[in-house]
């Protein structure tokens, strides 16, 4: 039987020089040294021995396995030396080529990413996203929100006209998006309508004739002047922390009655008075009212029926609340060096 534990290993050597890739390699090792291969068959047959032989015999069953085994690890070795070297043939690289400088990674605007936040918090209290065209009618704009070409209002929102087409605007606010999604969806409805808005400015560090605002709208039966104090006061705490208190005073706005002005505790002095709030402790952030009867019917809506409060945030001036900007023309620049302070992961 040794012999043919020694015919078996000369078997395998004459085979593995005929082996030219893994594939091969892996036929060949489970010809020989598999669960079923020659030489599992082969020690399976020591078990008719006499006692006396099959100790001798266990020796050499376990000395052919092992150089067996050795065998392919050194056929394997091989492969392994063939394919590192194709590698490093195949990944050459020059190394007196350039550095190729990696493309820089970019990040959402802080308008973004303050809009992004607001939106998070209003979708989970029930409101739809609505959006609406920047290049606007003169009626939309104007007209269906209660303000008449000779309303005095239109004064505050001195805007950009298409030429040769004076009925045609660059929008205001985004109010007309209201109109255009009560008209859609009807009563009852949540909505918000964040966007970009254009007015004839003269830039300084306040001003720009570019900026975004996000407006909001709740209408129902029976909605009233708690209901839009609850949720402004929910939007507060959530932009500049759970001890802001709000306040709100009388303010004129012709899609809306009453109207007010609203304000919160000035977040960096915590209401002390300081530079930010012009020693107030109050910042003004946004401006709200009960929906003007007018504004309901341009919107297919019965005041009758309905009521409804609606609201307006200068998303513009929130970032530069939140991050300290002191000059509004920053924000539209496209200036890299200032933009990268706000890039998030």
């Given at each position: 039987?040794?012999?043919?534990?020694?015919?078996?290993?000369?078997s395998?050597?004459e085979?593995?020089?005929?082996v030219?890739?893994?594939?091969?390699?892996?036929?060949?090792?489970?010809?020989?040294?598999?669960?079923?291969?020659?030489?599992a068959?082969l020690?399976?047959?020591?078990?008719?021995?006499?006692?006396e032989?099959?100790?001798?015999?266990?020796?050499?069953?376990?000395?052919t396995?092992?150089?067996?085994?050795?065998?392919?690890?050194?056929?394997?070795?091989?492969?392994?030396?063939?394919?590192?070297?194709?590698?490093?043939?195949?990944?050459?690289?020059d190394v007196?080529?350039?550095?190729?400088?990696?493309?820089?990674?970019?990040?959402?605007?802080?308008?973004?990413?303050?809009?992004?936040?607001?939106?998070?918090?209003?979708?989970s209290?029930?409101?739809?996203?609505?959006?609406?065209?920047?290049?606007?009618?003169?009626?939309?704009?104007?007209?269906?929100?209660?303000?008449?070409?000779?309303?005095?209002?239109?004064?505050?929102?001195?805007?950009f006209?298409?030429?040769?087409?004076?009925d045609?605007?660059?929008?205001?606010?985004?109010?007309p998006?209201q109109?255009?999604?009560?008209r859609?969806?009807g009563?009852p409805?949540?909505m918000?309508?964040?966007?970009r808005?254009?007015?004839?400015?003269?830039?300084?560090?306040?001003?720009?004739?570019?900026?975004?605002?996000l407006e909001?709208?709740?209408?129902?039966?029976?909605?009233?002047?708690?209901?839009?104090?609850?949720?402004?006061?929910?939007?507060?705490?959530?932009?500049?922390?759970?001890?802001?208190?709000?306040?709100?005073?009388?303010?004129?706005?012709?899609?809306?009655?009453p109207g007010?002005?609203?304000?919160?505790?000035?977040?960096?002095?915590?209401?002390?008075?300081?530079r930010?709030?012009?020693?107030?402790?109050?910042?003004?952030?946004?401006?709200?009212?009960m929906?003007?009867?007018?504004v309901l019917?341009?919107?297919?809506?019965n005041?009758e029926?309905?009521?409804?409060?609606?609201?307006?945030?200068?998303?513009?001036?929130?970032?530069?609340?939140?991050?300290?900007?002191?000059?509004?023309?920053?924000?539209?620049?496209?200036?890299?060096?200032?933009?990268?302070?706000?890039?998030?992961?």
């Open positions: 039987m040794k012999e043919q534990f020694q015919h078996i290993q000369e395998l050597g085979a593995l020089k005929k030219e890739d893994r594939d091969s390699l892996e036929v060949v090792r489970t010809t020989f040294l598999g669960r079923k291969g020659a030489l068959e020690m399976k047959e020591m078990s008719n021995l006499p006692p032989e099959k100790k001798e015999t266990g020796k050499v069953a376990n000395q396995k092992r150089e067996m085994e050795k065998a392919f690890e050194e056929k394997e070795t091989i492969f392994d030396v063939q394919e590192r070297k194709e590698r490093v043939e195949q990944e050459w690289i007196t080529q350039p550095v190729i400088q990696k493309k820089a990674q970019g990040s959402l605007h802080p308008v973004t990413q303050v809009q992004n936040d607001l939106e998070d918090l209003f979708t209290m029930g409101f739809i996203i609505a959006d609406g065209p920047e290049l606007e009618s003169d009626y939309f704009n104007f007209t269906t929100l209660n303000i008449p070409p000779t309303h005095p209002a239109r004064d505050m929102h001195d805007t006209y298409l030429e040769g087409r004076g045609i605007v660059m929008r205001t606010h985004t109010s998006v109109i255009r999604t009560m859609e969806y009563a409805l949540r918000i309508a964040p966007g808005c254009f007015r004839n400015e003269a830039t300084d560090v306040r001003h720009e004739h570019t900026f975004h605002q909001g709208m709740v209408i129902d039966k029976g909605i009233t002047f708690g209901h839009m104090k609850g949720v402004l006061e929910i939007v507060a705490k959530r932009l500049y922390g759970p001890e802001t208190k709000m306040r709100l005073r009388p303010k004129f706005y012709p899609f809306v009655e007010v002005n609203g304000e919160v505790t000035c977040f960096l002095c915590k209401g002390k008075g300081c930010l709030c012009k020693k107030t402790g109050w910042l003004e952030i946004f401006g709200a009212g929906v003007h009867p007018n019917k341009e919107g297919g809506i005041p029926v309905y009521t409804g409060f609606a609201f307006g945030f200068g998303l513009t001036r929130l970032v530069m609340l939140k991050y300290g900007i002191d000059d509004v023309r920053l924000l539209e620049s496209g200036d890299l060096r200032f933009l990268k302070q706000f890039s998030v992961c």
